[in-house]
């Protein structure tokens, strides 16, 4: 069945440092969406991708879309501590129905 | 507001006794889905409806039900909850025009 892989599964930076996680599909997407959960919260909608190769940026976050819309990334530009959460990454393939999420990347930001 | 609601917050209950999950939302939206959050496997769908009298299952269906014989409410039943579904519960409803997917504040569920 269709797999979305999420790396890395923790990253610990220090304030004002880069953080990249990766999501990978088995299968190719027809859009990919990204949240943020912060700790004892639920999951927050942040973007949704669609067209191959697609570039989105919120302020100091940046989204890609694989040209092949099989992979998608999001880049956070010089953290801070509020970016403390999980990100993850959620791809659906072909249709309505189904969003299978990535296992989430958990990103601590030390001031 | 627009939001998604769910009761109770926190349930410890004992493996073959009945329990439902209610989950509301008041923003008109067709799609709801249930999911379930474990370390290590994030969100797995449980179950989705597309609209009313109209549900299917996700990908890890066993040992729960749902219905949704209104709009705004998805209920999930677990009719003889067992440890393994031990788990942090999220409800969500999905706006059709931007496809942004609003999740419920959860439900930790404790099967003894």
């Known amino acids: 069945g269709q797999q979305v892989m999420q790396i890395p599964q923790y990253q610990h930076v220090q304030e004002g440092e880069d953080f990249t996680t990766y999501c990978n599909s088995s299968t190719t997407l027809s859009n990919i969406q990204w949240y943020k959960q912060r700790p004892g919260g639920h999951p927050v909608f942040l973007i949704q991708l669609v067209k191959s190769g697609e570039v989105k940026k919120q302020k100091r976050l940046t989204f890609q879309f694989g040209e092949a819309k099989k992979n998608s990334s999001l880049h956070i530009t010089a953290t801070q501590t509020t970016d403390v959460g999980t990100y993850f990454c959620?791809?659906?393939?072909?249709?309505?129905?189904?969003?299978?999420f990535g296992a989430g990347t958990r990103l601590a930001v030390h001031p | 507001e627009a939001q998604v609601t769910q009761n109770p917050r926190y349930l410890i209950t004992v493996t073959g006794k009945k329990l439902t999950v209610t989950c509301s939302q008041n923003m008109n939206h067709e799609y709801m889905s249930w999911y379930r959050q474990d370390p290590g496997l994030g969100l797995r769908q449980i179950y989705y409806?597309?609209?009313?009298?109209?549900?299917d299952k996700g990908d890890v269906p066993e040992g729960y039900k749902v219905s949704r014989k209104e709009k705004r409410n998805f209920p999930l039943i677990l009719e003889s909850p067992s440890p393994n579904q031990t788990s942090l519960y999220f409800c969500a409803s999905t706006a059709g025009s931007t496809d942004t997917q609003y999740f419920g504040p959860g439900t930790r569920l404790t099967v003894l």
């Open positions: 409806s597309m609209n009313v009298e109209v549900t």
């Open positions: 959620a791809g659906r393939a072909g249709g309505y129905n189904k969003l299978i």
